[in-house]
DNA sequence: AAAGAAACTTAAGGTATATTTAGAAATGGG
DNA sequence: CCCATTTCTAAATATACCTTAAGTTTCTTT
C-alpha cells in the first residue's frame, strides 16, 4: 500500500489501531516533485509538515549577498518542514527544493494539531521525533564549533554515507559551514587517504 | 507558594486541573546548588528535566585537548537537560554547572514519561516545548554559518541582554564559538561603538 | 585586609579557511 | 550528438580568527 512507509516510521513510538491509521492517512495530500522543484517557498508562514516518501530534498536560505546556505538534507523515511516558521509563524525565510525526483505525502499544520488533540498516542510521536530532533542539533551545533573542516566531512561521511554518494558537492560543502573549493580539497585529500 | 513559577510556564501551553497540578508537583524534587556546583556530571546516562526556578547556570563538556565548550546557558523559568544522553539512553559528555547560586526542579525521567501518558495535556506541553527548541536550535546553527563574530556577539546582545550582564565573558565566547581573546577585542570594540 | 587565584585586557605572530580566478570535466536540453 | 550550463579541480592571494604570552584587574578565601 502507499503509505506503508510512513504507517511504519510512525510507529516506532505509537501503535495506532486500524481506524486511526485510516484518519491520519486521510488527511495526507501526496505531492510529486521534478528534480530542482520547490516544495516550500520563502515569503508565507509554513503551514505543512512533508514525509520523503521518495527522493532527496535539502533546505536553504538565501544571505544577505544572494548566496544560497544549505542546512538540512532529507531522504526516503525523513521528515521534512519548516518549524521556524510554523512554530513561531513568521513567514518562511527558507526554500525546500528537491534534489532528485521526489515524492511527499503533506499534512497541514492545523490537520495535525487536531489529530494530535483526538489521537494523544499521535502527539507521543511528535513529542519523540522534536526530542530526537533536539538532539541531533545539539550534537551538529557541538560538532560545527569544535571540530576542523576535515573531521567534520569525516564525521559526515561516516553517518551519512548516502548523502555523500547523492548529494552535490557544493550543498554538502554549505551544510558542513564551508565554500566548495574548499570543501574539494578537503576531500580529495580525504580519498586519497585511502 | 513554591511551584507557582513552574506552573505558570506549563500553563503557557497547557491548561492542568488543580488535581494534575498536585499530581505533577508531587514528583518534583527541589534542588539548591551554589555557584561552581554540578547539576548533571558526565558518565552516566541522563535521567532528569530541570526546571530553573533560581539562578544561572550553563552546560559544557570537555573536549580531547581538556577545553571545556559551554553551548547551553539557562536563568530563571528555563528548562534545562541532557536530552542527547536522555533520548539515546547514552552515557551523558555534558557538565551542568551553576554559575550563580541556584535552585532547580527535578523531574525523574520515569515519572515524566508516566505523567505525559496520563495526563496527555502535558505530553503536548512537551511538544510544543521541544519543538520550539528544534526551531530555536536551527536559528542558532545557521548564525554560526552565517555570521562573523562580530555580528553573532551583537545578535547574543539584543537577544539575551541579562546573559551579558550576568555570564562571565570566557563562557559567552565559548557559546559563540571563539576564543576568550578574540571575544574581548569584539566586545571592546562593540561597547565603544556606543 | 592580604594573598592567591581567576578573569579580563592587549598585542604579535601564526594558521585554517575564504576568496578569486581559471580551466577541465560532467551533465542536461534541444 | 552538440552546445550550454553546471559542477568539479587547482593554485595564488587574502583574512578572520587562533595561539601564546605578559600585564592588569577583579574575585575569593582566609
Redesign the pocket.
Known amino acids: 500500500m502507499a503509505f506503508d512507509g510512513i504507517l511504519k516510521n510512525i510507529a516506532r513510538h505509537a501503535d495506532l489501531t486500524a481506524g486511526e491509521q485510516d484518519l491520519f492517512c486521510s488527511v495526507l495530500q501526496v505531492k510529486n516533485l521534478k528534480k530542482k522543484e520547490l516544495l516550500f517557498k520563502p515569503g508565507k508562514i509554513c503551514q505543512q509538515e512533508a514525509y520523503i516518501n521518495k527522493g532527496c530534498l535539502r533546505t536553504f536560505f538565501c544571505d544577505k549577498n544572494g548566496a544560497q546556505n544549505t542546512f538540512y538534507f532529507g531522504i526516503e523515511d525523513w521528515w521534512i518542514s519548516d518549524l521556524l516558521s510554523r512554530t513561531f509563524k513568521v513567514p518562511s525565510q527558507y526554500h525546500v527544493e528537491a534534489i532528485e525526483d521526489a515524492q511527499v505525502f503533506l499534512i497541514n499544520d492545523e490537520d495535525l494539531e487536531n489529530l494530535m488533540m483526538r489521537i494523544p498516542k499521535l502527539e507521543h510521536f511528535y513529542r519523540k521525533l522534536f526530542q530526537y530532533s533536539v538532539a541531533t542539533f545539539e550534537q551538529r551545533l557541538l560538532e560545527a564549533h569544535q571540530l576542523?573542516?576535515?573531521e567534520r566531512y569525516r564525521k559526515f561521511r561516516d553517518k551519512y554515507p548516502e548523502f555523500d554518494r547523492r548529494i552535490?558537492?557544493?550543498h554538502i560543502a554549505s551544510y558542513l559551514?564551508?565554500?566548495?573549493?574548499?570543501f574539494?580539497?578537503i576531500?580529495?585529500k580525504v580519498l586519497k587517504a585511502h
Open positions: 576542523s573542516a576535515e552535490p558537492q557544493k559551514g564551508m565554500t566548495p573549493e574548499f574539494n580539497t576531500r580529495s
